[in-house]
């Protein structure tokens, strides 16, 4: 199982991104999908996830009404749209998938906010 992250940038405070991840297999065939981050020194930390049971979605505290997670099932993506970035959002994005209590990660996505 391969997930291949993509998106990242240079972004101002204020201004969006959207970060895409492509799953080699279905989503279909996973549990769910998430977003997780990992600012400079501090540890990996969830952003949000999509289960697919259900379509439920959860968001970190920071994120919510600013990120939206979304699939696209037809190209096996996962979405995570970014608005009103913060300068606090700096950080490599990585996307996750869990299949059957097996997790994949796909490489990492830097995203970077200036002022």
């Known amino acids: 199982v391969q997930l291949q992250a993509f998106g990242g940038g240079l972004v101002q405070a204020g201004g969006s991104l959207r970060l895409s991840c492509t799953m080699s297999?279905?989503?279909?065939?996973?549990?769910?999908m998430g977003w997780y981050r990992q600012a400079p020194g501090k540890q990996r930390e969830l952003v949000a996830t999509?289960?697919?049971?259900?379509?439920?979605?959860e968001y970190a505290d920071s994120v919510k009404g600013r990120f939206t997670i979304s699939r696209d099932y037809a190209n096996n993506t996962v979405y995570l749209q970014m608005n009103n970035v913060k300068l606090e959002d700096t950080a490599v994005y990585y996307c996750?998938?869990?299949?059957?209590?097996?997790?994949?990660w796909g490489q990492g996505t830097l995203v970077t906010v200036s002022s």
């Open positions: 297999i279905s989503i279909f065939s996973v549990n769910a």
């Open positions: 996750k998938a869990t299949r059957t209590f097996t997790s994949y």
């Open positions: 999509s289960v697919t049971e259900g379509g439920t979605t």
